[in-house]
């Protein structure tokens, strides 16, 4: 039985950085690492469907994937995350024994510290650990200023994503990515000149802590011996890490020690409670959410998570007849008070929401 953490290895870096070539080198250079990867898109990795095999849980009884979880020939895992990364490692989990390692792969303008916050959560912490941060740095777009090579697209992905920060310069977004790493890939050194490279070594440096090592490379081809096993834990350390949108340095603000207040509606529309509850988190330091909803007119139960701006729901069974509708959601975070959420919430909702 495996008793150890998994290590998970998330790669963060802008749309265009080579954030997925890179991923995918690590799947080509496995050398018989059990690896699962989680991304946004499963086509985006440009794995063919015909090398899926022992699909399982992933296909149904013709074979065609149906899930979020898939099996490749090499013995490695593909996953589709989306908005679902807790049901996601829910299900790794139920599959610890056949894996060596997690890579996730953030959305290209996407903080990488609430998900790294995110694997306090307990059944998360008792099987996982986040190996490394490892943020890639799109060399010649930071050598001209623009942080990607093709801004444009980076702001229409933003504007296209309601989850996303769409009010701060990407400026302060690139430093938060940066701020969280613990390994900064300087990735496309072959379309620069030294001058350039020692430009943006010299605009990354600041940014990140002084053991965070920069490591070139071209095309995302890397020893996946210096990205995989470096043993950082780095969801203990998150909480020192500076960045533009979240608690700072403070040293004595740990994210270990949790509030936990449960909230309650009537029947209620699900979109409307996902804005309600995103307002909260924005307002208070709530890290996780989950509950379940009841919803006007439908006899299925509604299952959501939430974490940071980003929420997923699925109906996972019928009401019973001996139970009561309601809509019960739980508050992960720190210095929660139970009768400000309950309060905010029903403001939120309006009185009609109650029951």
């Known amino acids: 039985m495996q008793t150890n953490k998994i290590p998970a290895t998330i790669v963060t870096g802008f749309l265009g950085s080579g954030k997925t070539t890179l991923l995918r080198h690590i799947l080509d250079n496995a050398n018989g690492r059990r690896i699962a990867v989680i991304v946004n898109e499963f086509g985006e990795l440009g794995i063919d469907g015909e090398i899926l095999k022992g699909c399982g849980i992933g296909c149904d009884d013709a074979g065609e994937p149906t899930g979020q979880l ?18 996601v490692m829910e299900k790794l989990l ?17 903080l990488p510290k609430p998900l790294v916050q995110a694997f306090h959560w307990p059944s998360i912490r008792n099987a996982f650990t986040v190996d490394a941060v490892v943020t ?8 001209a200023g623009q ?9 229409a992905q933003r504007r296209a994503d309601p989850n996303l920060d769409h009010e701060s310069p990407l400026h302060e977004l690139f ?3 940066l701020g969280s790493a613990d390994l900064v890939i300087l990735n496309k050194t072959d379309l620069m000149d030294d001058a350039q490279r020692a430009q943006v070594e010299a605009l990354v440096r600041p940014e990140i802590p002084a053991e965070v ?7 995302g081809r890397i020893d996946v011996g210096l990205l995989l096993g470096l043993n950082r834990a780095s969801e203990d350390t998150i909480h020192l890490r500076v960045d533009h949108h979240g608690d700072g340095d403070d040293p004595d603000h740990h994210h270990d020690e949790f509030d936990s207040v449960v909230v309650e509606v009537g029947d209620v529309d699900r979109d409307r409670l996902v804005a309600a509850l995103g307002k909260l988190v924005q307002s208070h330091t709530i890290y996780r959410i989950k509950g379940f909803v009841a919803l006007p007119g439908k006899p299925m ?15 996972d069974r019928a009401w019973r007849a001996d139970e009561a509708r309601r809509t019960r959601v739980v508050l992960i975070g720190q210095e929660l008070d139970h009768a400000t959420l309950q309060a905010a919430l029903d403001t939120e909702l309006g009185t009609s929401a109650r029951a």
């Open 70 to 87: 898939y099996e490749l020939a090499n013995g490695c895992l593909c996953c589709t995350v989306q908005e679902e990364f807790y049901p």
């Open 94 to 110: 139920e599959r610890r024994d056949q894996i060596d390692h997690v890579l996730i792969e953030t959305s290209g303008l996407a």
């Open 301 to 315: 139960r509604l299952v959501v998570h939430g974490v940071g701006q980003r929420f997923d729901s699925y109906f």
């Open 213 to 219: 090592k920069i490591v070139p490379a071209q095309g």
């Open 147 to 155: 942080f990607a090579a093709n801004p444009v697209a980076v702001d």
């Open 136 to 143: 890639v740095v799109d060399g010649p777009a930071a050598a």
């Open 175 to 177: 430093e938060d990515q």
